[in-house]
Structures are given as structure tokens and as C-alpha cells.
């Protein structure tokens, strides 16, 4: 079993920064990818990067260049830097741990309003 909390969501103006955590517990050495999706209104969960045990990076086309997605392995704990934001990021944040044998892990969802 492993357990994820995100935090760091909010209301954000155009052009602004957040920086999302999602601190990871429980099983955690089974954890082989950790990715971030999210979800806006009336919309399917959709992914938006992914960083690998050994700390390769994957990022949804929109997202390249503007969000970078980190991981303190000391902490357990992965990030989501996410800059020069626009209204069309506003959704629910959602963290992930994948590990293999299941169908992997969710956290609660970070609420990220891009508005003016």
C-alpha cells in the first residue's frame, strides 16, 4: 500500500507560478513511476508528467517548457513546478505512484485555478 498527499494548489493569475507536492508513505519502494494527471471540469483525467525511479522526465506536449516535474527521494516526496500558467491548467492535480502488480496509487486531488 502506499499513500499519497498532495498539496501547494491555489488561485493563480495568468503568467504565475505553484509549485505542486505530493508526499509520498507506506510501500514506497515499490514505486516504479510518479506521475501527475489532472482533471478539468467536464473533462477526462489526462496526464501531464512522469519521472522515473532512476529521474527520467515525460511531459504532455502543453506542458514542456513550462512545468517541471521533481523528486526529493530523501523526503519521498515529488514536485510539480509549474510556470507562466494560463486559464486552460485549471483542473484538479492528481499524483500517482505506478507500481508494477497493480493498478497503482491516487492521492485526494489539489485544486489549480488559473484567473485573473
Known amino acids: 500500500q502506499v499513500q499519497l498527499v498532495e498539496s501547494g494548489g491555489g488561485l493563480v493569475q495568468p503568467g504565475g507560478s505553484l509549485r505542486l507536492s505530493c508526499a509520498a508513505s507506506?510501500?514506497?519502494?515499490?514505486?516504479?513511476?510518479m506521475a501527475w494527471y489532472r482533471q478539468a471540469p467536464g473533462r477526462g483525467r489526462e496526464l501531464v508528467a512522469t519521472?522515473?525511479?532512476?529521474?527520467?522526465?515525460n511531459y504532455k506536449d502543453s506542458a514542456k517548457g513550462r512545468f517541471t516535474i521533481s523528486r526529493d527521494n530523501a523526503k519521498n516526496t515529488v514536485h510539480l513546478q509549474m510556470n507562466n500558467l494560463k486559464p486552460e491548467d485549471t483542473a484538479v492535480y492528481y499524483c500517482?505512484?505506478?507500481?508494477?502488480?497493480?493498478?497503482?496509487?491516487w492521492g485526494q486531488g489539489t485544486q489549480v485555478t488559473v484567473s485573473s
Open positions: 500517482k505512484a505506478v507500481v508494477a502488480g497493480s493498478p497503482g496509487y
Open positions: 519521472i522515473t525511479s532512476g529521474g527520467n522526465t
Open positions: 507506506g510501500s514506497i519502494f515499490s514505486i516504479n513511476v
